[in-house]
Structures are given as C-alpha cells and as structure tokens.
C-alpha cells in the first residue's frame, strides 16, 4: 500500500525544537516534490514548506526556524522546526506531489504542542 | 501573496441535492488550482486538480470548473459520504495558499 508516516511530533516548550520526520512506504518518496502542510486545531490548512523543483521554499511565518530536507537512502523527508512558538501549535502533515504544486498523497499528520 | 476565498462558510444540504462550492483568487492563477475533502480526524484527500480534472477513482458527481479568478466545485447528488469541509488551493504562485474551506453539512 502506498502511503505517507509522519512521526516526530510532541510536546516541546517555547523556544525548543522538534524534528518531524516522513516515511514512505510502496514507492520511492524521494522522487517526488514533497510539502509540509499544518492545520492549526480547528482551523484551515496552512502551507509550510516545499522541498523539489525549483529547490526548498518555506512560508514566512516560519522562515529562519524551519529547514525541510530529504534523505533518498532513508526514503525519508524531514522537517527540522527550531525557536518554536505557541502558533507553530498544529498537526503537521506530509504531502507528495506529482508534476505540479497540488498534493496527491497525504499522511494522517503528526501533532506538535508548543506549550509551556 | 494570493488569497484564496471559499465561500459560503456552511453549506446545508439535504442528502441528494446538488452543492456548489465557490472559490475566489485575489489574481488570476490560470488553472491551477486544486480541491480537497477533509472528514473529521482524516487528512485532507485530493478530489480535483488542474481545476477540473478528477483524480483518480473519484465519482463523477464530483465536478470542478472556472479558471483565472474564479472557480466552482459542484457535487451533483450529495451522498452521506460526501459531508466534510471542502478546501480549494492554488499552485500557480508562491507562497502556496488554500482558502479557508466550506463545511457541506447535513440539513
């Protein structure tokens, strides 16, 4: 079956960090233009960080903390999330893309609470 | 940074009635633009792209149209499956942006 495995996520003070991590499983993830997608509890979707043609792009709300990166020997993407904020609160989700920026497969998303 | 705009916020519609969905840019992003459905506790799940190009296995009562500025998600005959909140989002431009979604509930 082919699907996405997020892990990584928890509880973590203001100002600490967290490392999420994406697995794949029946394909090759490494391959493919690959997302971090948020959604904050009870609330919309929010882009967070692309990894893939042309290079890795990230949203201000999180620019200079958040670095993606991919590992193709783990078939494994990463999101490294540094100096974190109450806001960064959210499910964090791991997306692929196949040609274009829309997001075919999702992960069922890791939870991140930055709470003192 | 576009903003994508969905409205209505709620939708109430009986099972086997038609609901359309609309969503705004605030600039034109051409065709690329994607819809997605979210059930309570799921990810979201990719239902049209390009702006009316089904994915793969979606039922054909699902539909997209519009282009530029403005664009439409209909499903033509609700079914119990089918109440979730709708997500539209454009990849024409970065920062990539989704609309703040449209719940279809149950009236």
Known sequence: ?116 | EIVMTQSPATLSVSPGERATLSCRASQSVSSNLAWYQQKPGQAPRLLIYGASTRATGLPARFSGSGSGTEFTLTISSLQSEDFAVYYCQQYNNWPLTFGGGTKVEIK
């Open chain 1, 1 to 116: 079956e082919v699907q996405l495995v997020e892990s990584g996520g928890g509880l973590v003070q203001p100002g600490g960090s967290l490392t999420l991590s994406c697995a794949a499983s029946g394909f090759t993830l490494t391959i493919y233009d690959l997302t971090w997608v948020r959604q904050a509890p009870g609330k919309g979707l929010e882009w967070v960080s692309s990894i893939g043609n042309p290079g890795t792009t990230v949203a201000d709300s999180v620019k200079g903390r958040f670095t993606i990166s991919k590992d193709s020997s783990k078939n494994t993407l990463y999101l490294q999330m540094n100096s974190l904020r109450a806001e960064d609160t959210a499910l964090y989700y791991c997306t692929k893309s196949s040609g274009k920026w829309n997001f075919d497969l999702w992960g069922r998303g890791t939870l991140v609470t930055v709470s003192s």
